[in-house]
Nanobody, 120 residues
């Protein structure tokens, strides 16, 4: 099993910055992708960004140019640097990791969530 512990959320003014961290423990060596999802009140959970073990990255269109995802495989930790934050970035952010269980299927693991609030 994989356990994920998130940190770094909080309250920030529009235009400010925050960095989220997620440390994985347990059966970690098979992890392929680490990433971040978010869920705002009344909305579905959406992918923000992810990064593969080979450092291939993907970003939601809404955060491109503002957020940067990175990964330290030695520390089994993924980071999300969030700059130029907007009120619409307010959400609970969830760390997500997954691994392949077949050639076409994956198994996901989720963190507990950390609140990010962007407000003046």
């Amino acid at each position: 099993q994989v356990q994920l512990v998130e940190s770094g959320g909080g309250l920030v003014q529009p235009g400010g910055s925050l960095t989220l961290s997620c440390a994985a423990s347990g059966s970690i060596f098979s992890i392929y992708v680490m990433g971040w999802y978010r869920q705002a009140p009344g909305k579905q959970r959406e992918l923000v960004a992810d990064i593969s073990s080979g450092s291939r990255t993907n970003y939601a269109d809404s955060v491109k140019g503002r957020f940067t995802i990175s990964r330290d495989n030695g520390k089994n930790t993924v980071y999300l640097q969030m700059n130029s934050l907007k009120p619409e970035d307010t959400a609970v952010y969830y760390c997500n990791v997954w691994r392949f269980i077949t050639a076409t299927a994956r198994r996901d693991y989720w963190g507990q969530g950390t609140q990010v609030t962007v407000s003046s």
